[in-house]
């Protein structure tokens, strides 16, 4: 039986909607000698059961993992993975000779908060972000092994730099499943290499794959600026696309040779790429006014709710500067993945800096995350990336 936390008064109330947290306020009290990570009951203030999830010490007292009382055990596991899986098969992902890159677990969106799966071939990159989730991991991935049918091979464990770091688990990343040193992967057709061992997130922004199909549609014979370019998605997708130039720009000189690897893995000697390790303020600052299309993708500008108000004027400047260098009858791609900056925060940075610019600007399109990263309906907080298309004149 799992120890229990018990509900103040009314605080039950966003659990009857299904929201999947519990805030540490909401608690009145729980029983003794429950640690961080444990599986817990969670008690209204009339006495009854509504839910089970893992308690974590912080703002976030408990994330749910069901609405039924239920075991945590392994046909669990396996449920929600084959349930996860299922949703990737039936959208045309998991099961495509072109693409065998996506996300297989969403967090929140797939019912499983804190845990994040990204897949690359038959390797899976694990990622937990509580520290629950990070004591089920080797039955998370043996489930993820069963249940894949054959589809995954290996799991690779990343997260050190996503657990809470006073947990003090003494985390390090590595196999936990099989082994694998081929890291090429292919999405859409198009190679990659993916740096799981010291990349960002699990290697490679999975999140952007129909948005750089939708530049790819709009490069031909244009010259495209990609911003922030990290692994280089955008640049080899506008060459596919037909763009007659394409310039990559990222502050990391790892992620510049990543860049430089992969365009390589695709177009072997094309002299239409280049990468450069600048600034990217100081890059568009020099940068003379004969791009057609600019992608401007860069990290997180905030994480956290007080990081908001610099945030935003982090987009404005950015975007106003791209305003300022991009061609006239130009298109601007440009996005942000702050959870904590809603749409509406971010289209107003957007605008305020076209109005700073005088330019006529359009809105061609409204782009966010893809269905392999499904929004919890009862969980808004689970849409975090915002993204327009822009035409400029």
């Known amino acids: 039986m799992y120890k229990q936390i018990y509900l103040k008064r009314g605080k039950e109330d966003s659990l009857k909607r299904f929201h999947p947290w519990v805030f540490s306020g909401a608690i009145h009290h729980a029983d003794d000698g429950i640690e961080e990570g444990d599986t817990v009951r969670v008690i209204t203030s009339s006495g009854d059961f509504i839910a089970v999830g893992h308690y974590q010490i912080g703002s976030i007292a408990v994330r749910v993992l069901s609405f039924r009382d239920v075991t945590v055990d392994s046909s669990f596991w396996e449920s929600r993975i084959r349930s996860a899986l299922r949703l990737r098969v039936a959208m045309g992902i998991a099961d495509n000779s072109t693409n065998n890159t996506y996300r297989l677990v969403h967090g929140e969106g797939d019912n499983l908060p804190g845990l994040v799966v990204d897949v690359y071939g038959k390797t899976a990159v694990m990622q937990a972000h509580s520290v629950g989730m990070h004591i089920c991991r080797m039955d998370v991935a043996q489930a993820i ?39 090429t992967a292919m999405e859409n057709g198009l190679r990659f290499h993916v740096d799981w061992l010291k990349g960002q997130k699990t290697g490679f922004f999975v999140d952007q794959r129909e948005n750089r199909s939708l530049l790819e549609r709009y490069s031909y014979g244009r010259k495209v600026l990609n911003m922030f370019c990290y692994t280089g998605g955008f640049s ?71 990081a908001i108000r610099n945030a935003l004027k982090g987009y404005c400047r950015l975007n106003a500067k791209a305003f300022e260098k991009i061609k006239s009858g130009g298109i601007l791609f440009t996005f942000s993945c702050s959870q904590v900056i809603t749409k509406d925060n971010f289209r107003n940075a957007v605008f305020t800096a076209a109005a700073m610019s005088g330019r006529k600007v359009r809105i061609l399109h409204q782009l966010h995350q893809p269905a392999d990263h499904p929004i919890n309906i009862y969980h808004p907080e689970g849409e975090y990336l915002k993204g327009l298309v822009l035409y400029v004149e």
Do not use: W
């Open 236 to 306: 080899f997708y506008a060459m596919r696309g037909g763009a007659s130039l394409v310039h990559s720009v990222d502050s990391s000189a790892k992620a510049i040779e990543l860049t430089r690897r992969n365009v390589e893995l695709n177009f072997p000697g094309d002299t239409r790429h280049e990468a450069f390790c600048e600034d990217a303020f100081k890059y568009l600052d020099e940068a003379g006014s004969h791009y057609d299309i600019v992608i401007l993708d860069p990290p997180a500008f905030a994480k956290h709710r007080g």
């Open 145 to 183: 092994v069963k249940v894949s049918d054959g589809r995954i091979e290996n799991i690779y464990y990343k997260s050190e730099t996503t657990l809470p770091f006073k947990a003090d688990l003494g985390q390090e990343n590595g196999f936990i499943y099989g082994s694998s040193d081929d890291n």
